[in-house]
């Protein structure tokens, strides 16, 4: 008895001391930005916030371009990940569902691909972008971060598609639908909680990079968000609340998004996981 | 955001019952059939050659250059030979910078697994509701952009008013009370590595736990029924089944934290005095930071490669299961 | 959210097209037309706190009478300008007017991506202060307008030395000790904030020391870090530096010295004249409390020696609006702004004669006995790639701090410092 009560608690009770390790941080930077300055840098860390203060959102916000940053983001986020859902699409189709000369290989430089450290190449993007005459524009920015995503883009919707039973497919083709329809009216519902899932890594990827956009773009009309909260670190470094209110706005879109994506796409993520 | 693997145990018998289809069952449009895979991959290869292959051609190209402010400035192309990569391979710097990224990628990546694993398998023995509640919380730390997660962890480890001195401080550790962790290599490492195992567990236990969740309970029945334990049975039905998922994702984590530039440039600049540069941040600061491109080109060149021999196990095992299947 | 997609692929759409009509950008002209240069605009770029908004406003308004041209100034931070500038310089449409460092400037001369500058220096700089004008000169010619010099000062808060008791300020670098020490002790703010990296109030003392931070070994620069001058001036560094909590490894920048003295419980940090209008701006009540006075030397006679820090203006010689920039470094350079710019911030203008402008200025009468005593680092090419973090010198400095002793700590950051001064350029 005193061993299965012990065996039936320790698995909560872990849990319960993970959640509160996971959960901590993002809490912390919350709280950390709705305290006033003077409960912020106290010899005692106040642990709720007892007299919410919008003063630090005020500092982060009235930056100037904020709003031309958000609008940027948003933009080349949105633009990359709809590019390579697109093309990603085509091509795990083609890799899950089709036999065909150098299929291998094919998987195997998508891979490569995937490996590829971006951040060491920003001169070399650079130099190309540069000679281009294209600086300065979001149309480099989105396409490069089309491109960050795109091998594992095609590796994971892969698994989804091969996860779509093949019957069903047989069956409208039987049915006198061509291969197109079928996969358009059989396949691409089935595949929507894969794509969404999918897309989550991309939109986290768009958002977060910085080394190229700092280099690329010059101008305060074509930069993103991460710069600004990076830039906005160095000069406040020890105002901690507006760093923090900086840091909340800046991964509130993706937690957000996250939550909503994650509970729509669980089905999609125990399926896919498995390579049907 | 899942884990894609190579045919598990279970795996797909769809590819096979393609082939089973003789010639003769083929549809008429057969020749159009037969490109249209290709042409399904045209746009993602179009794009890979283009965004990524030409950087790398011009990366390659540059690192033959002798490339500092005036050619960048002047346009003007410079080449010597192999010299950056000379200097690069016989310094000490870049050994030193190889091994440190070694190490550093291979300690985060067994923590990362080791750890992920266990909180995976504890979701599966959780009741409904502690496991909502505990993914929540593993669903928050993974949706953190890493630019803003970066930021926060310098604020718990500030040096004032950070909140872990402080638990530090009333836990009887008072030399921690003011204590700076940038000062040192091992304290640099310590963030950088909690922070990017914070990071990274959520994914692995998430996608194992989603992994257990597929294992016929069949498969139990008949180890129970053979007389196994919970051991035995862990580890001739659990963990055979999820062993493509453990390597799929170790591939995955091995290339993300090898590639981790932003939290460790980010957290302290590689520093202090150059001790925590990873290979990115090396070729970054060597490169770009000290304006000698051409030299930055060549790390980032044999950064590939050295990313290249430590995947390359796990590429072949893909290369042979492809192999098999078709 | 299907619609909000389509309008974003539509966006970037777009965005493709019009990219791809920017190319083409016919006009680049540079001849002043029937109307002046009407319809340009000059980008000019002016580092963070180096200009207030009054004199670029002043001058925005001078230029535009003058030229008809439109002027936009960006504001540029120290950390990390020299590859963004180094990048810019290399691009079609390089800023047109930017300020430089002096000890950055002799890198950038050699590199060909600065203009010549010899018919403005025989216009307009005849009277140039020639020891000002030093930084500017590579191999014979004109690559840059001196602009304004600075040296750094102790602000202080008067108030937290009011409530320690202390009623005059300190001659000589034992009695600034001392005072320091009574603030600690008889109030809770922090005596003085001072940063581990503040490398160029270091350079200031190695100054005072009369020692060099590199030496020529052959025809080649090394470092000299080990001389033991530069020992004693890291030591001065370092009993000053233990009286602050602020960071070992960071420097005055990060975060900006002014914001955390603009707070009201630090007596005293070390910093530019023009630091004060970033403390005013980020905490209007401390205004009143704020003085100045010199960095008190070894001796009541004698200063301590300052890092001679200071601005050029220079062209892109990328850039299509020669004559058109070189038409803002008249009216920015000419006596109105430049006797404007030096009231304003204190700073000491490019020539002896706009000296006057700086008689009642607290800032410039607490900066100008120390300036005679002043020096800059080493003006040559090869110092510039010292500065790029990690800078060697900073290395040097926390190392001390943190406990090395100075000899272990040049040996520390040597081979580092040493391959950069012999970086290929």
């Given at each position: 008895m005193k061993r299965s009560l012990f065996s039936r608690i320790w698995p909560n009770a872990t849990a319960v001391v993970l959640f509160v390790g996971f959960v901590f941080p993002v809490y912390w930077m919350f709280a950390t930005a709705f305290k006033p300055t003077g409960d912020i840098i106290s010899e005692n860390p106040v642990w709720f916030p007892t007299h919410i203060t919008l003063e630090h959102f005020k500092t982060a916000t009235g930056v100037d371009h904020f709003w031309t940053y958000v609008t940027n983001s948003l933009i080349v986020t949105v633009c990359a990940v709809v590019l390579s859902l697109a093309v990603a699409l085509a091509g795990a189709f083609a890799l899950a569902r089709m036999r065909f000369k150098g299929r291998r290989g094919f998987i195997i430089g998508f891979m490569l691909a995937q490996m590829a450290p971006w951040e060491v190449m920003i001169i070399?993007?650079?130099?190309?972008?540069?000679?281009?005459?294209?600086?300065?524009?979001?149309?480099?920015?989105?396409?490069?971060?089309?491109?960050?995503?795109?091998?594992?883009?095609?590796?994971?919707?892969?698994?989804?598609?091969?996860?779509v039973p093949k019957d069903l497919e047989e069956a409208a083709m039987v049915d006198g639908c061509t291969r197109a329809q079928a996969f358009r009216k059989v396949i691409l519902p089935l595949l929507a909680p894969g794509l969404m899932s999918t897309s989550l890594f991309g939109f986290i990827?768009?958002?977060?990079?910085?080394?190229?956009?700092l280099v690329l773009n010059k101008e305060a009309e074509a930069q993103t968000l991460p710069l600004w909260l990076s830039s906005f670190q160095t000069a406040f470094g020890n105002d901690w609340g507006a760093t923090m209110a900086a840091s909340s706005l800046f991964a509130v879109p993706i937690l957000i998004l996250f939550v909503f994506l994650q509970r729509r796409a669980v089905n999609g993520l125990t399926a896919g996981a498995v390579k049907g | 955001m899942t884990v894609q693997t190579e045919r598990p145990p279970s795996g797909p018998v769809d590819v096979t019952k393609v082939d089973q289809r003789g010639?003769?069952?083929?549809?008429?449009?057969?020749?159009?059939?037969?490109?249209?895979?290709?042409?399904?991959?045209?746009?993602?290869?179009?794009?890979?050659?283009?965004?990524?292959?030409?950087?790398?051609?011009?990366?390659?190209?540059?690192s033959f250059q002798n490339l500092n402010m005036g050619q960048l400035i002047q346009h003007v192309t410079e080449w010597n030979g192999i010299d950056n990569y000379k200097q690069a391979l016989t310094g000490e710097d870049f050994w030193r910078v190889t091994g440190r990224s070694i190490l550093f990628t291979a300690v985060n990546v067994v923590l990362t697994m080791l750890l992920g694993a266990l909180v995976g398998l504890l979701l599966a023995r959780l009741g409904k509701r502690m496991r909502v509640t505990l993914?929540?919380?593993?669903?928050?730390?993974?949706?953190?952009?890493?630019?803003?997660?970066?930021?926060?962890?310098?604020?718990l480890f500030a040096q004032r008013f950070g909140v872990v001195n402080w638990v530090l401080d009333k836990l009887g550790w008072h030399s921690m009370a003011d204590y700076s962790w940038t000062s040192s290599q091992l304290s640099t490492f310590f963030v950088v590595t909690v922070l990017i195992v914070w990071q990274s567990i959520p994914f692995v236990a998430i996608n194992l736990y989603a992994a257990t969740t597929t294992i016929p309970g069949e498969l139990y029945e008949a180890a129970a029924l053979d007389g196994a334990g919970a051991w035995k049975s862990f580890t001739t039905v659990t963990l055979p089944f999820l062993r493509p998922f453990l390597y799929a994702t170790t591939f995955l984590e091995v290339i993300w934290i090898f590639k981790a530039f932003v939290q460790v440039f980010t957290i302290n600049g590689g520093g202090p005095d150059r001790?925590?540069?990873?290979l990115p941040v090396y070729a970054y600061i060597e490169g770009v930071g000290n304006q000698h491109y051409g030299m930055g080109a060549a790390i980032a060149v044999l950064t590939i490669l050295i990313l290249l021999v430590i995947t390359a196990y796990y590429l072949r095992i893909v290369l042979k299961q492809e192999e098999d299947e078709l | 959210m299907k619609r909000k997609l389509i309008t974003a692929i539509g966006v970037a759409a777009m965005l493709v097209s019009v990219a791809a009509c920017g190319g083409d950008d016919g006009d680049s002209g540079d001849k002043a037309g029937a109307d002046g240069y009407a319809g340009q605009t000059l980008t000019v770029w002016v580092m963070d706190g180096s200009s207030p908004d009054q004199w670029q406003k002043d001058v925005q308004a001078a230029f535009e009478k003058k030229t008809k041209a439109k002027v936009k100034f960006e504001i540029q931070q120290w950390n990390g300008i020299q590859q963004k500038l180094t990048t810019a310089l290399s691009e079609e449409n390089p800023p047109d007017v930017f300020e430089i460092g002096n000890t950055q400037t002799p890198a950038y001369a050699k590199t060909g991506g600065l203009a010549d500058l010899a018919d403005l220096k025989s216009t307009i700089g005849a009277d140039w202060t020639e020891s000002l004008n030093k930084s500017s000169i590579y191999d014979g010619k004109q690559y840059a307008a001196p602009w304004y010099f600075a040296n750094r000062v102790v602000i202080y808060n008067k108030k937290v030395w009011a409530d320690a008791g202390i009623k005059d300020t300190p001659k000589t670098r034992d009695e600034f000790y001392a005072d320091l020490k009574q603030i600690g002790d008889k109030t809770k703010a922090e005596p003085i904030y001072l940063p581990g990296q503040n490398w160029y109030h270091f350079v200031g003392l190695t100054i005072g020391e009369g020692a060099e931070l590199v030496k020529k070994d052959g025809d080649k620069y090394v470092s000299n870090l080990a001389d033991p001058k530069v020992a004693a001036a890291i030591e001065t560094y370092k009993k000053f530096q233990a009286l602050s909590k602020a960071p070992k490894d960071k420097d005055e920048a990060t975060p900006q010295q002014a914001e955390v003295f603009a707070k009201g419980n630090v007596g005293a940090f070390i910093g530019m004249g023009w630091e004060a209008g970033t403390a005013i701006a980020a905490n209007k009540k401390i205004e009143s409390d704020i003085g100045y006075f010199t960095i008190p030397g070894a001796t009541a006679d004698k200063p301590e020696g300052v890092f001679l820090g200071g601005s050029n203006l220079a062209v892109a010689a990328g850039s299509k609006k020669q004559a058109l920039a070189k038409e803002f470094l008249k009216i920015a350079l000419s006596d109105k702004y430049e006797g404007e710019l030096a009231k304003l911030n204190g700073v000491i203008p490019n020539k002896e004669s706009l000296q006057?402008?700086?008689t009642g200025n607290a800032v410039a009468e607490a900066a100008a006995p120390a300036a005679a005593g002043g020096g800059t680092t080493p003006l040559i090419p090869e110092w510039a790639a010292v500065e790029n973090a990690?800078?060697?010198?900073?290395?040097y400095m926390t190392a001390v701090l943190n406990g090395k002793t100075p000899a272990e700590a040049a040996k520390q950051v040597e081979s580092e410092f040493n391959k950069r001064l012999a970086q290929q350029q």
């Open positions: 070399a993007m650079y130099m190309i972008v540069r000679d281009a005459s294209m600086l300065n524009s979001l149309v480099p920015l989105t396409v490069f971060y089309m491109m960050m995503i795109l091998p594992f883009t095609i590796l994971t919707l892969r698994g989804f598609v091969a996860a990827t768009a958002w977060n990079e910085f080394p190229l956009v | 010639p003769g069952a083929q549809r008429p449009a057969s020749r159009a059939g037969a490109l249209a895979p290709y042409l399904l991959l045209l746009p993602a290869c179009a794009a890979t050659v283009l965004l990524l292959g030409w950087p790398l051609l011009k990366d390659l190209l540059l993914l929540i919380g593993l669903v928050l730390a993974w949706a953190m952009p890493v630019v803003a997660a970066t930021t926060v962890y310098q604020w001790l925590t540069e990873i | 006057s402008n700086l990690p800078n060697p010198v900073k290395t």
